[in-house]
């Protein structure tokens, strides 16, 4: 793949407080705010990746433009910290609001079950029920993904289907 497509490709960082923790989210493509564009351009879908350790969402970066790019920039891509495993730079304000549910605290947010219920808040808060959900995990992030199946069994997942004919 050419790395300067990869440089064309826009990642707006945000800081939010989620759960109580500050988190950092990197949204790959154009769309920053699925919950409140009802425009007609609003994709169906988001491509949420879920980092192992050490939580780091920058890692993800290449691999985040590489599928951005691989699909045609028609769906967005965004990676999630893990709950206070990234501090925002005094210069960057953290996004929240009074009305925010992110914004209780959640329980033992640093454990497994907190970490669990951190990316279901956000997901609860940021994105659309009835967008369609490809979730990656990496690690760790495959097991808080399978938890969060559990939990939420109706998460509106876009699931491969395997054999299909083209």
Known sequence: MD?????????????????????????????????HD??????????FII??????????????????????RRFPVWTISHAGHALAPKDKKILTTSEDSNAQEIKDIYGLNGQIEHKLAFLRTHVPKDMKLVLIGHSIGSY???????????????????????
């Open 144 to 166: 808080f993904t399978l938890q969060m199946l559990k939990r939420i069994p109706e998460l509106p997942l876009m699931l491969p289907t395997l054999g299909a004919k083209k």
């Open 3 to 35: 790395s300067e497509l990869k440089e064309e490709i826009p990642v707006h960082e945000e800081f939010i407080l989620c759960g109580g923790a500050e988190t950092q989210v990197l949204k790959c493509g154009p769309w920053t705010d699925l919950f």
């Open 51 to 72: 980092p192992g350790n050490p939580g780091f969402s920058a890692f993800y970066v290449p691999f985040a433009k590489a599928l951005y790019s691989l699909t045609n």
């Open 38 to 47: 009802q425009s007609v351009k609003r994709p169906k879908l988001l491509i």
